[in-house]
């Protein structure tokens, strides 16, 4: 499903590419090959088991396995270096994996919507209170503080959309919806190694995941990247989780205090009962030293230098805390769509897979909350001319997808 999802992106960015509303795709979006690496005779066996029931199904019939030491030396040269060859290894590989940068998109992205007269872009700005109306027109009062000029401004909408990463929950509890209730937010903090090394970063030209640790959280999966930033190279390895009470990269200390309410209190103590080993987990991961995590880099990197490696912190993410009947809460690694019985307001919660698939989230959004609209032909046609899949199953449909795939790696330049 979550390949499925970013086709959809895929397939939304390249419309809007050929429109004019994004601009060169390089400037956003370029091809990198993803891998899935392991060592160790139990490891190998379980990677080629996913691989041959991967392999089966359309979406990955592109994928490649190889045991062969020349073969993966040929995918990832400088992770093979110096490396114990008496040891069992294997990887899968795709060649047509991509690195996005989401920054840059988005820019994109408003200042293609600051084109329309009727599109407003307001930044420094915090929303301070939001409360429901009685009118059926326009049913939201939002107060918004300006930061800068320290004034306070009143909008009416007739929808709001929270989409706001950490801070989504924060505001949802602050609507007061009644499907909001229970609902609570676990915040982790994401470390990255950074290599300074040019002479390094210019033989990593993939991103190589390995396999979480037994009892590790899904988030903490450790894989090299090379990345495009700014048209530059980089070269990160992580990441690291560490645990913090921040719902923001730059929010407060007491963001996970001030998100205890009645309402969800009972989900919090269930999961803070229930998830003592992902707390202690992460409380160990914030005080390694520096050599620890470059012996985890190692396992990647056997080459790999400490003085060639800075310690960044990245941003924030906030995992979903939910009701459970059995054990009070439950915490999730996933994201979720919550909205009002009317659907005039919808959040997106949680952290993971994030961005890749925010297309297929924003749909979902679509059919929740304008049910009526989406009916209707003139929606019908503009989604399915900017997202050629729309109301078709690419999980089901094999020729669909080829069709769909060929003319997105295409128009998104990923072929070379």
Sequence with gaps: EINAAFEVSLQLWSSLVEVGALESPHTFINKTPHLSFVWGAQNVA????????????????????????????????????????????????????????????????????????????????????????????????????????????????????????????????????????????????????????????????????GKAAVGAPPMSVPHLDTRLINGKPALLFGPFAGFTTKFLKEGSRFDLAKSIKAKNIKSMLGVSRHNMDLTKYLVKEAFQTHEQRMSALRDFLPDAKSEDWQLANAGQRVQII????????????????????????????????GASVSVKAMIDVLERCFPQQIRTNQWQTKLSTLIPSYGKSLIDDSNLLNTIRQHTLHTLKLTV
């Design 322 to 353: 939910k009701k459970c009947d059995e054990k009070w809460g439950k915490l999730e690694f996933g994201t979720e769509i919550v909205s009002s019985q009317d659907g005039s307001l919808a959040a997106l919660l949680g952290a993971s897979p």
């Design 46 to 209: 379980f990677l080629k088991q996913r691989f041959t029931m991967l392999k089966q199904h359309h979406l990955f019939a592109d994928m490649q396995f190889s045991e062969d030491l020349q073969q993966l030396n040929t995918w990832m040269p400088l992770m093979m270096h110096h490396r114990d060859n008496r040891t069992p290894m294997a990887a899968t590989y795709v060649n047509y994996g991509t690195d996005v940068n989401f920054g840059a998109l988005t820019r994109q992205l408003v200042a293609h919507l600051k084109r329309n007269p009727q599109f407003t872009l307001m930044t420094n700005a915090r929303m301070n209170k939001i409360r429901k109306l009685k009118t059926t027109a326009q049913p939201w009062s939002v107060s918004v503080l300006d930061l800068i000029t320290k004034k306070n401004a009143t909008l009416h909408a007739g929808f709001v959309f929270l989409g706001a990463g950490g801070g989504a929950l924060p505001l949802l509890q602050k609507s007061k919806i009644p499907e909001s209730a229970g609902y609570g937010g676990f915040p982790v903090s994401g470390q990255w190694l950074i290599c300074q090394n040019e002479a390094v970063i210019h033989q990593h030209h993939v991103k190589v995941y």
